[in-house]
T-cell receptor, first 112, second 115 residues
């Protein structure tokens, strides 16, 4: 069974540009989460999808961040326009009916 | 506000010894705690979940305890091996909920097991 896949693994963009991160959850997992770890800080929750609906987006930093999960399968997280402080590692996780959440390998975003 | 702390940034031990990692929390009474392992360049991998009404949980060489009076969880790796070297994270439900995937993480403890 394939795990959670994130693409790209690394992205370097200039300040002001747009970047879109993608997450493919484990097939059949209704719950999908986005997290972020900025340098020197702990991993922090961004938002939670149940199927295609946003259940909780309380962790989203500001309106430059937009997450979507059309059709309830893969999800994208777009940052537009990117700022220097957006640099970090973005993790996606998915969960089925069990308690365990499965994380992807993360996307390292560097804004220069 | 709620806070979760792992009391060591790094822990170095000799192979064969027991590693003990600590997770403390304040201003909150979580319904459960989770422990994850993270290797460099990888995402966290779930290890164990312990609920507030459980004192201890075991899985192979791993043992987790949960003391709601001390507001503390201890994570033990017995007969440690160099392959156990990784960052270990504790986590609990965000904002007083029970949702298993919405978590607050500690900053992690880097464990190094020396041969």
């Amino acid at each position: 069974e394939a795990g959670v896949t994130q693409f790209p693994s690394h992205s370097v963009i200039e300040k002001g540009q747009t970047v879109t991160l993608r997450c493919d959850p484990i097939s059949g997992h209704d719950n999908l989460y986005w997290y972020r770890r900025v340098m020197g800080k702990e991993i922090k929750f961004l938002l939670h999808f149940v199927k295609e609906s946003k259940q909780d987006e309380s962790g989203m930093p500001n309106n430059r961040f937009l997450a979507e999960r059309t059709g309830g399968t893969y999800s994208t997280l777009k940052v537009q326009p990117a700022e220097l402080e957006d640099s970090g590692v973005y993790f996606c996780a998915s969960r089925g009916s069990a308690t365990e959440a499965f994380f992807g390998q993360g996307t390292r975003l560097t804004v220069v | 506000s709620q806070k979760i702390e792992q009391n060591s940034e790094a822990l170095n031990i000799q192979e064969g010894k027991t590693a003990t990692l600590t997770c403390n929390y304040t201003n909150y009474s979580p319904a459960y705690l989770q422990w994850y392992r993270q290797d460099p360049g990888r995402g966290p991998v779930f290890l164990l979940l312990i609920r507030e009404n459980e004192k201890e949980k075991r899985k192979e060489r791993l043992k987790v305890t949960f003391d709601t009076t001390l507001k503390q969880s201890l994570f033990h790796i017995t007969a440690s091996q160099p392959a156990d070297s990784a960052t270990y994270l504790c986590a609990y439900p965000l904002a007083g909920g029970t949702s298993y995937g919405k978590l607050t993480f500690g900053q992690g403890t880097i464990l190094t097991v020396h041969p």
